[in-house]
T-cell receptor
Framework: DTGVSQDPRHKITKRGQNVTFRCDPI?????LYWYRQTLGQGPEFLTY????????KSRLLSDRFSAERPKGSFSTLEIQRTEQGDSAMYLC????????????FGPGTRLTVL | KQEVTQIPAALSVPEGENLVLNCSFT??????LQWFRQDPGKGLTSLLL?????REQTSGRLNASLDKSSGRSTLYIAASQPGDSATYLC???????????FGSGTQLTVLP
């Protein structure tokens, strides 16, 4: 257990539905990252927060994706009008405090879009 | 743009063997390089992080080296065990945000 939690662990949805994932980082970490991982590939960066401010977004993050981190604590990632191509593992990582540059990853949310 | 490549994509070895996993990166101006382990369907577990000023890091049976000039890092696993079977990923941070750029991983199987 890295100290980063994600909910839900698995989500199955039908194409066109909206889904929301939650990430709870290690409490003293001010940086929070979202990554997406497809089968057989390494994770790809989606977006990054420092405290409550969303400072960078990848081109992978289409208009259907939105992320928030109210009060600089937990974060949510919402996907609207899901498509089959959104099926992937969504990983959250946190960094800061005494982590010595190490990013700590949560267990991920596996999304399947039917 | 940083690109990270891992070779081989898959490796199968008998228990007890020493082995080396390779990672190469295109931009040598890295802050550090991190090795992770990922079990099937799970998140990533950090194994070792080598700062740009370091040449290697050791943790138990694992030793990671970094050669910035050649754009390469290796992960050495001594006396492999079936429990070492997993996918091993290397990653380098980029930009002020330090977001990680990952390789595609090496899937290791250690046969009993």
């Amino acid at each position: 257990d890295t100290g980063v939690s994600q909910d839900p662990r698995h989500k199955i949805t039908k194409r066109g539905q909206n889904v929301t994932f939650r990430c709870d980082p290690i409490s003293e970490h001010n940086r929070l990252y979202w990554y997406r991982q497809t089968l057989g590939q390494g994770p790809e960066f989606l977006t990054y927060f420092q405290n409550e401010a969303q400072l960078e977004k990848s081109r992978l993050l289409s208009d259907r994706f939105s992320a928030e981190r109210p009060k600089g604590s937990f974060s949510t990632l919402e996907i609207q009008r899901t498509e089959q191509g959104d099926s992937a593992m969504y990983l959250c990582a946190s960094f800061g405090g005494n982590s010595r540059d190490t990013q700590y990853f949560g267990p991920g949310t596996r999304l399947t879009v039917l | 743009k940083q690109e990270v490549t891992q070779i081989p994509a898959a490796l199968s070895v008998p228990e007890g063997e020493n082995l080396v996993l390779n990672c190469s990166f295109t931009d040598s101006a890295i802050y550090n390089l991190q090795w992770f382990r990922q079990d099937p369907g799970k998140g990533l577990t950090s194994l070792l992080l080598i700062q740009s000023s370091q040449r290697e890091q050791t943790s138990g049976r694992l030793n990671a080296s970094l050669d910035k000039s050649s754009g390469r890092s290796t992960l050495y696993i001594a006396a492999s065990q079936p429990g070492d079977s997993a996918t091993y990923l290397c990653a380098a941070p980029r930009g002020s945000a330090r977001q990680l750029t990952f390789g595609s991983g090496t899937q290791l199987t250690v046969l009993p």
